[in-house]
């Protein structure tokens, strides 16, 4: 039993060392997944105001350097990509939403086991524009479009630091499956309300890409 146990962690040991990353490698990734916003208020008037969950996407090109050593690799990635953030919330009066169209730049320090890969990073979201929505409960639908002059003139802060963690497994030493979860800090802010209300959001859901 012992010689099969040791023949058994050879193996497995073997195939770590095989599949640990070194050199580099460039993924292009999708994250598909949930945002459950919270918002802060100031000011002398309070919103009865409820968080409600919303569907968010995002695009990523990540080159990354690995170091090899042995038996796992560490890694370093630099995250650039589009996300669409969406904001949604439930008032009294019916369901909204706000919405941004963001470029990233980020970091992502990794530690590669096998064909496992953990990311721990953070970085900056750059809101270049977006819209907003309410729809009343009596059914009524409004809306706007906003560009990044809008965004500048309607809230304070527009950029949204945040962190992020994940998980990979890479398959064929192309396609990558992996679930993540990241908090948006919240900075930005609505201007010149009663009340204020800063908004970040707790994000989830998977990620599917190609390593190259």
């Known amino acids: 039993m012992k010689k099969l146990f040791l023949v058994f962690l050879s193996i497995f040991v073997i195939n770590i060392t095989l599949f640990a990353k070194s050199g580099g490698s460039v993924d292009l990734t999708a994250n598909l997944g949930g945002s459950f916003p919270m918002f802060e208020q100031s000011g002398d008037y309070k919103l009865d105001i409820k968080p409600d969950l919303a569907f968010e996407w995002g695009l990523y090109l990540k080159p990354t350097g690995y170091l090899d050593l042995g038996l796992l690799s560490l890694g370093l990635s630099l995250d650039l990509g589009y996300q669409r953030d969406v904001f949604a919330y439930e008032v009294e009066t019916g369901k909204g939403n706000l919405?941004?169209?963001?470029?990233?730049?980020?970091?992502?320090p990794k530690l590669n086991v096998g064909?496992?890969?953990?990311?721990?990073?953070?970085?900056?979201?750059?809101?270049l524009g977006g819209s907003s929505s309410f729809t009343e409960?009596?059914?009524?639908?409004?809306?706007?479009?906003?560009?990044?002059?809008?965004?500048?003139d309607k809230y304070n802060n527009v950029y949204i630091p945040f962190i992020m963690t994940s998980v990979d497994i890479t398959l064929?030493?192309?396609?990558?499956?992996g679930v993540y979860a990241s908090y948006d800090i919240p900075l930005i802010e609505t201007k010149g309300l009663d009340p204020n209300v800063k908004f970040s959001s707790i994000d989830f859901g998977g990620t599917i890409g190609i390593s190259f």
């Open 99 to 108: 919405t941004l169209d963001s470029l990233v730049v980020g970091l992502t």
């Open 115 to 127: 064909i496992i890969t953990f990311g721990v990073g953070g970085g900056i979201k750059f809101p």
């Open 137 to 152: 409960k009596v059914g009524t639908t409004t809306g706007e479009t906003y560009y990044y002059k809008d965004l500048k």
């Open 172 to 177: 064929f030493n192309t396609l990558i499956l």
